[in-house]
């Protein structure tokens, strides 16, 4: 039985999804209100609550419309008897509202109060299996069903899968994704419409009819390129090439020239497309895109086939030999190929570049593309994840946007679960892209598997934040110091003691340590210990048990914390500066390619930064020995100012140095700043190391205690940052003193220079990350040691000063500038790393290392964000093995190097189409097709169902338009275009894409099936009981009107096909049943095969399996909506069972249908095509071009019923009704009224005796004729 029987022409609305993406966004506006609401009285970060928030739905949304079966449903739970005795029981009052919960739940709420009773179902056990039904539709509504006209918001934003906000930070970021204004797509999209299929656009050419179109385009060229053609007739002769700039608009003028419309129409009369005869009009814009087309297709006899993955025309985009190479270059290298191998001059190399690149490449199309975004990158991924996004929602759109704008679009970071599907399929395709470029995967084992080959990539891609993040975790693991040993030694030996921290202690025969200190003289005994003190006994608790009597095993087992420290210390200190060698290493790894080649292949020089410690030295403060030395100091400088080389020494900064790198007869100059991690050329620099001839001085000599004043040079870059540990970039001017520390050598030619991946985890950089650490260390060993032994005041006592040395404890960083955060609007920041810490010059060496791990912390976030695409990959990993599982008949090797994002939307996946239509929807981006519904003439327009080929196994949905009994495709403006459609099966009027998203479970559709099942049985027992009355002459009229004749013999045959019917429904149960996720129209479908079997297996007694019982296939999709059309009477979901039962053993064809009008009183069937059928097969049959009623026909069973009419009764050659199965479902129905409803019964007698005895032999009759067989209204 085919959905085919409902009209929707009455009420369009009711599956019209423009109607309801209409009424959807008029809720969004209440959501938005009501979200701005709760976070205009909160701080960003303040968690705000949903609680209470409602809203009023539209009549006809989505969600309104999804609710409608739930709410039916637990109408009808609360009309039972079996739950009015319950809450009965419950002593609920009568006026009780009730609300069913996805969590299991039902509320009971009266007069201000609120009860769950779902433990109390186990009372009333006939209600276990709707009450489950209905728990599983609130989870698909959202989370409740309830009558109540309101609904609360989070349900609304439940359902419509948009992430529950937590903080107002979110909901701003919700809200603002809600006023998004919708993304602008140009009208030719990405220019591939008519050759590369998307989620709107089915019909494309195939490669005959493209091959066909090469052929006619080259019999007008000989040999010619289209684009050099049309290019030289519309511009002229040869001038500049055209600038990559100004592309899309010269293609725009070029495709809407008169002369190029010309050539279209040329194109459609001779290949015979739509548009070749008079009465079939085309808009310049079809035009225009079918000379785009054309131009494509000349370029390359690839284009339009499965070209290898990133390879347009034969040239490989993403070629590892691209690695770093920004997208000009390789938009350069693009053109020079097309240049040679494809009949294109560099005058049209950007036109044709950007035809080819629109739909393959988008990425390279973007404005304003910076420089430094390098192929292969974290942050190049991240870009292509981005565009990739946004062309599957409004193709062609981001060609109109900058690189700004769209990082602008991803910053708030998805807000829906649509969203986040999109940004993992897209993180996915750009994943396996960046490992390709590196190496890490190749386009084999893409080939091989598509999941195999992502996870991989994907791991790779993760390893290098991993690899940060340890190194952050090492380097912010605070070293062993000798405190911290000690107390970890008395944690042993006195284990329990609360005090060891404490300062609780007294020395008990230093009368004069007491008077110097007073309360001070307490100590605690951790700080004892630390100096050995507190081996000694002479120090013991002021109040209490003596530390000596309450821990007797400490003093035998106590070891002096000296060894352990520095056996603890050195394995820690390894780790550390390996972690720092990374930390270089990162900075090093993360530069430009020909920066990173001229470090490694040139010779290196070190330099590093200080202000001048020059002056006039005096007695205070020159070294004291030797006496000579001092005496020779004090005459030799008396005059002239100098540096001391201690002063040099602690001046000298220890936050960066500068690398000047000679290589290819160039001198290049680079900053590292070792605190921050970056390292970046400073040209202004290198200029005046050369122009003073700094390479060409020495290395400071040590051999004298004190040398002249160096030099102080006028600097293009703050020296605090290297002697504070300044962000750099905010000031670019200073002055100081250039010191030569030393010299690389130049190392041995290796072989080619490695992408950044492979770089960061070879040795490459080991040598030069080496050498900057031993000569230039932001601490050095004995410095580190030193702060990590520390000092304990009594040690300070002895040595006559006090001194607090623990200022590594206890102490934050003080940052001048805090360590930003990397969600800036800036993106230029984003995408160079900014964001990191400055140190103030009075802090500890420990507080410097502490500063380095929280830069080192940054760098790890940043690369987190900017390689979230790992994350997200996982995610889409996920997808990816539900895409392409073989069992749903769609083998990996279908999609064998196929983009996952590209391939999912194309292939029809219920998943990735509903992703597809939330995004577009919630993005304010569709198509114009989406929007016919409100202006298409449905006897000319009509979605259909379309195969390319007649063997095909794929079907698709498509518009299309009818012109002179041929169909024709429409294309993304509404317009038909190309070839005639085969294979075609146009829908009812009014039919509409549909989606798939199941809002209500199978177990809904088998709860209705299962009460329609027995008055099913009801209606035929009915039936052939009025039938064996032979003088009821209203029943035998029905039988005329219905079938044809009233005849004794038409009776009997009627009654035995009917009991043999009343047998098998007998039987019938759910484990006979197939549900099936998806059909074209059919509402369910006797497999006439299986149905053979079964019945063979029950006249022989034999046990068959359960999938050889299964005759009946059920179509919840369909069948659910035509339920809610019937106003959820099970009597009809009866008649579908009695339609569906008449193929068995009657063997019933389906000739004809009627049609449900929707939103009709009293009367909602229209049976004009079914009774004209019944009166005269001949002349209602479908051929017949005069007969009104035909598109109720169907033509194939009356062919299979004509090829073997002698294999039927005379009877039924003369009255085929009797073999039509909508004939038996009405006649049923009908006849069952006068029984169950009389006055129905004679409402719908008396309008088929009007309508049918009226009408003479010749004359059709006169639709509508309306009989009321749903909810009987007399």
């Not at 029984?1235 to 309508?1251: C, S």
């Amino acid at each position: 039985m085919n959905i085919t029987n409902i009209n929707w022409a009455t009420h369009k609305d009711f599956l019209n999804p423009v109607r309801h993406t209409q009424l959807d966004h008029a809720e969004r506006l209440e959501v938005i209100y009501k979200l701005k609401q709760r976070q205009n009285t909160a701080s960003p970060s303040q968690a705000i609550s949903l609680a209470g928030a409602t809203l009023t739905l539209e009549s006809g949304s989505t969600l309104e419309r999804a609710l409608q079966p739930g709410r039916k449903m637990l109408q009808r739970l609360c009309e039972q008897a079996a739950f009015k005795k319950l809450t009965a029981t419950l002593k609920l009052p009568d006026d009780s509202h009730f609300a069913v919960t996805a969590k299991g739940e039902i509320y009971a709420n009266y007069s201000g109060k609120t009860l769950e009773f779902a433990s109390a179902f186990k009372l009333a056990p006939t209600l276990k299996d709707d009450f489950l039904t209905l728990v599983e539709m609130a989870e698909r509504a959202g989370g409740s069903i309830s009558l109540a006209e309101q609904i609360e918001l989070e349900q609304w934003l439940k359902f419509h899968d948009f992430l529950i906000p937590q903080t107002a930070a979110e909901c701003s970021r919700l809200t603002t994704f809600m006023e998004l204004p919708p993304p602008v797509a140009p009208l030719a999209g990405n220019y591939w419409e008519m050759i590369r299929s998307g989620a709107e656009n089915a019909v494309t050419l195939s490669a005959d009819q493209r091959n066909e179109f090469r052929r006619l385009i080259a019999s007008y060229l000989k040999g010619q390129s289209l684009l050099e053609q049309l290019s030289y007739s519309i511009f002229g002769g040869p001038s500049t090439p055209f600038k990559r700039s100004e592309a899309e608009q010269i293609l725009e003028r070029l495709v809407s020239s008169p002369i190029a419309l010309r050539w279209a129409r040329a194109y459609v009369r001779d290949l015979g497309w739509y548009g070749a005869q008079e009465n079939q009009p085309q808009s310049d814009e079809s035009l225009k895109q079918l000379i785009l087309t054309s131009l494509l297709l000349d370029i390359h006899p690839r284009i339009g086939e499965g070209e290898p993955r990133n390879q347009v025309a034969g040239f490989d985009l993403y070629a590892v030999e691209h690695l770093e190479l920004s997208f000009a270059d390789v938009h350069t290298a693009f053109e020079k190929h097309l240049v040679q191998h494809h009949r294109i001059t560099e005058r049209n190399a950007a036109l044709a570049a950007h035809l080819l690149l629109a739909e393959a490449a988008p990425e390279f199309l973007v404005k304003d593309l910076p420089a430094t975004l390098a192929l292969g990158t974290p942050q190049w991924v991240e870009f292509c994840r981005i565009v990739a996004v946004q062309e599957t929602i409004a193709p062609g759109s981001t060609r109109s946007m900058t690189y700004t704008r769209l990082h602008q679009l991803s910053k708030p970071g998805p807000v829906s679960g649509f969203g986040k599907t999109l940004d993992a399929l897209a993180a996915g395709d750009a994943v396996i892209d960046w490992a390709v470029l590196n190496k890490i995967i190749t386009p084999d084992d893409i080939a091989k598997s598509i999941p195999g080959a992502l996870e991989k990539a994907s791991t790779a891609y993760a390893r290098v934040a991993a690899t940060l993040a340890e190194t952050a975790d090492t380097l912010g693991r605070p070293l062993p110091t000798r405190r911290s040993v000690s107390l970890d030694i008395l944690k042993q030996v006195a284990k329990g003691c609360s005090y060891l921290e404490h300062d609780v202690m007294f020395q008990k025969n230093d009368v004069a340590w007491v008077d110097a200190y007073g309360d001070r003289a307490l100590l605690s005994p951790v700080e004892l210990h630390m100096s050995n003190d507190l081996a000694t006994r002479e120090w013991e608790v002021k109040n209490g048990e003596s530390i000596y009597t309450a821990f007797p095993r400490m003093l035998p087992n106590l070891i002096a914390p000296d060894g352990e420290f520095h056996r603890q210390f050195n394995r820690d200190y390894l780790k550390h500066m390996k972690a720092m060698g990374t930390h270089l290493k990162q900075a090093f790894c993360t530069m430009p390619l020909v920066d990173r080649t001229r470090l490694l292949k040139g010779k290196v020089t070190i330099f590093s930064l200080r202000p001048s410690v020059a002056k006039l030295q005096t007695p205070n403060n020159l070294p004291t020995n030797p006496i000579s030395s001092t005496l020779y100091s004090i005459f030799a400088t008396s005059r002239k100012p100098t540096e001391s080389h201690k002063e040099i020494e602690e001046a000298m900064g220890r936050y960066g140095v500068v690398l000047c790198c000679e290589f290819e007869d160039r001198m290049t100059c680079y900053e590292l700043f070792t605190l921050h991690g970056t390292c970046r050329e400073n040209r202004q620099l290198a200029a005046l190391i050369e122009k003073e001839n700094l390479l060409s001085t020495s290395v400071r000599s040590n051999a004298t205690g004190y040398s002249l004043p160096a030099t102080v040079h006028s600097l293009p870059t703050n020296i605090e940052c290297y002697t504070h540990g300044v962000p750099p970039g905010l000031i670019e001017v200073s002055s100081g003193v250039i010191d030569k520390i030393g010299q690389l050598p130049v190392s041995a030619p290796s072989e080619e220079i490695k992408g950044y991946y492979q770089s960061f985890y070879s040795t490459e950089f080991d040598p030069l990350a080496n050498f900057v650490l031993k000569h230039r260390p932001i601490a050095t060993y004995d410095e580190l040691v030193r702060e990590c032994w520390g000092q304990t005041r009594l040690e300070a006592v002895r040595a006559k000063r006090e001194a607090d040395l623990d200022t590594f404890l206890n102490f934050v960083v003080p940052f001048k500038s805090c360590i930003e955060d990397l969600s800036s609007d800036d993106v230029e920041r984003q995408v160079q790393g900014a964001g990191t810490c400055a140190l103030e010059a009075a802090m500890t060496i420990l507080l410097v290392v502490g500063a380095v791990a929280q830069v080192v912390s940054v760098v790890a976030k940043t690369m987190t964000v900017a390689t979230k695409a790992s994350a997200l990959a996982k995610v889409g990993l996920v997808l990816v093995n539900n895409v392409f599982n073989p069992l749903d008949g769609l083998p990996d090797l279908l999609f064998k190097g196929g983009k996952l994002l590209r391939r999912g939307f194309n292939s029809g996946f219920a998943q990735l189409e509903n992703v597809l239509s939330d995004a577009r929807k919630w993005s304010g981006t569709s198509s114009p097709q989406r929007h016919l519904a409100a202006t298409i003439d449905p006897d000319t327009i009509r979605l259909a169902d379309w195969r390319p080929a007649q063997a095909s196994q794929d079907i698709f949905q498509v518009w299309a338009t009818r012109h002179n009994d041929e169909w024709f495709a429409l294309n993304l403006r509404g317009e038909a275009w190309g070839p005639a459609l085969k294979n075609i099966k146009p829908r009812e009027k009014f039919s509409f894409f549909k989606l798939f998203k199941r809002t209500t479970p199978f177990s809904y559709t088998k709860a209705y099936l299962k009460k329609a099942t027995p008055l099913a049985q009801n209606k035929l027992d009915n039936t052939l009981q009025l039938l064996s009355e032979i003088e009821n002459d209203d029943v035998r009229s029905i039988v005329k009107y219905v079938f044809g004749t009233n005849s004794d013999e038409a009776i009997n045959y009627v009654s035995k096909n009917l009991r043999a019917m009343r047998k098998d429904l007998g039987l019938l149960g759910h484990h006979h049943m197939s549900f099936r996720q998806r059909g074209t129209d059919t509402l369910a479908a006797l497999k006439t095969t299986t149905y053979k079997h079964w019945k063979a297996s029950l006249d022989v007694g034999t046990q068959v399996d359960d999938s050889a019982t299964k005759f009946l296939a059920i179509y919840p999709d369909n069948l659910d909506e035509w339920y809610q059309m019937a106003k959820y009477d099970d009597a009809r979901v009866g008649d579908v069972l009695v339609h569906e039962m008449s193929h068995g053993t009657p063997g019933t064809l389906d000739f004809y249908y009627g049609e449900v009008r929707a939103s009709i009183t009293p009367a909602e069937y229209d049976a004009a095509g079914l009774m004209e059928f019944a009166r005269n097969a001949r002349k209602a049959h479908p051929k017949n071009l005069a007969n009104p009623h035909h598109a109720f026909a169907n033509l194939a069973d009356f062919e299979e019923f004509e090829a073997n009419l002698t294999k039927w009764p005379k009877l039924v050659q003369d009255h085929p009704a009797l073999l039509n199965a909508e004939s038996y479902s009405v006649a049923v129905s009908l006849i069952d009224q006068y029984r169950t409803h009389p006055a129905t019964f004679m409402f719908n007698l008396a309008t088929l005796r009007h309508a049918i005895d009226s009408a003479d032999a010749g004359e059709f009759l006169k639709g509508p004729l309306m009989l009321n067989l749903a909810n009987p209204h007399f």
